[in-house]
């Protein structure tokens, strides 16, 4: 299993010296085997070299593509892997294609493979499922057959549309998504990220639902951990999708060390677990001990949750 930091999330609006310290702290934790960072559209994908050729030489690297998918959402609605429009779909592949380039780049600056997965997503939002599944098999079935140099592909579940509220995204929901993994011609496994799922569910107790379904499916690969709120909060509106910290340094998060624990136990062994929360405190420095305490946590229970499958 490896366990990967979202440190970016942390450090979001703050300098690059800021983040620099945040993953320099984290460059000491030995039970940190990675970064999860941002594709935002910028060739240079993240300024991580430096860590990788001398601090970190074993380090991997996790790469969202969400932020860059936001970001062109704002611009055209329909853009995404799953879009029934052609122009649209084109430009997320466009897009991909890119990011294929940025992560041969890396790799050949650090000598090596570091980036081991890329997280893609289901967008756009609210449109017809059929056509959304169909759309999203054909743009992963291209994906697929690109070299990643290593790299497998991710698909992460963010909150679909419901019926009984507005969604924060509003992707395919978890069963088209597995549904159009589910026949094991594409080689794409399903990330669950903890918060994500309670928006969507609205509830912290049933976001286990979610880990058990990819699971049972066979498709399950990663369990990112980042907490939610029913009530506002400095970090926005209820239910806001902003990687809150856990209970332990946010009362209003849902995400206790007990959901953790449940959700590591329902998904057994993956091949990636993460922390990814903000902090929209004054000291980024408290907010580091929060990460890396939360990451300390989510390595111990994962290394129990281990000893006691029999």
Known sequence: MTLVLGTYALAWGRSAAEHAQVVD??????????????????????????????SRLDWQIVVTCLPRTLAQLAERPRFGLASRDPDDRHAALTDAASLRSAVASLNDAVGRSAVSAIEVHSAPALQDAASARTALARSLDTIT????????????????????????????????????????SLPVGVLINWGRSA?????????????????????????????????????????????????????????????????????GPVDYTGVKMSWHRPSLREGTVMLLSTARMVSALSVRNRQSIP
């Open 145 to 184: 057959g690109w070299d990643w140099d290593g790299a497998q592909i991710l698909l992460e579940h963010v909150d679909a549309k419901v019926p009984d509220h507005v969604p924060s995204k509003g992707f395919l929901s978890l069963e088209d998504e597995i549904g159009v993994l589910s026949g094991g």
């Open 25 to 54: 702290a984290a460059v000491e934790e030995s039970l940190v085997d990675g970064l999860e960072v941002p594709c935002t559209g910028s060739p240079a994908m993240l300024d991580v070299l430096e860590v990788l050729r001398t």
């Open 199 to 267: 928006i969507e569910l609205r509830s912290a107790a049933h976001v286990v639902d979610h880990v058990a379904m990819a699971r049972e499916s066979g498709v399950l690969r990663g369990l990112v951990f980042s907490g939610a709120s029913p009530a506002a909060t400095e970090y926005g509106e209820p239910w806001a999708d902003q990687h809150l910290p856990p209970s332990a340094y946010e009362k209003n998060s849902l995400l206790t060390a007990e959901m953790m624990d449940a959700a590591l136990r329902v998904a």
